[in-house]
């Protein structure tokens, strides 16, 4: 079993950043795109972001178009970072990283195979 962990979630107030990273364990994310996607309290699960295992093209869903930033450990094919900027309490959610072997352009309406288990972002107003 494929296993992916997110780290550096946390608590920041309104108008602040955090970078998560997702880190795939035992394995390397070289032909994989990989999305990541959020929950918040009481709704569902909504798409982010993602970048493609190509040409490292990416992906923004509008609600963190200009804000949020994917991209990939160049010197660690391990991972992936979502560099979050003015961040807003609607941002507060669980985020999740998943992955896909695909070589071809990434959304976050595709279906994802390997999942990790969340990191809990709570922005303060």
């Known amino acids: 079993q494929r296993q992916l962990v997110e780290s550096g979630g946390g608590l920041v107030q309104s108008g602040g950043s955090l970078t998560l990273s997702c880190t795939a364990s035992?394995?390397?994310?070289?032909?994989?795109?990989v999305a990541w996607y959020r929950q918040a309290p009481g709704k569902e699960r909504e798409g982010v972001s993602c970048?493609?295992?190509?040409?490292?093209?990416?992906?923004y869903d509008d609600p963190v178009k200009g804000r949020f930033t994917i991209s990939r450990d160049n010197a660690n094919a391990n991972t992936v970072y979502l560099h979050m900027n003015n961040l807003r309490p609607e941002d507060t959610a669980v985020y999740y990283c998943?992955?896909?072997?695909?070589?071809?352009?990434?959304?976050?309406?595709?279906?994802?195979?390997?999942w990790g288990q969340g990191t809990r972002v709570t922005v303060s107003s």
């Open positions: 035992g394995w390397t994310l070289d032909y994989y795109a």
């Open positions: 998943a992955a896909r072997h695909s070589v071809f352009l990434c959304t976050t309406r595709h279906e994802y195979d390997f």
């Open positions: 970048i493609s295992s190509h040409n490292g093209s990416t992906y």
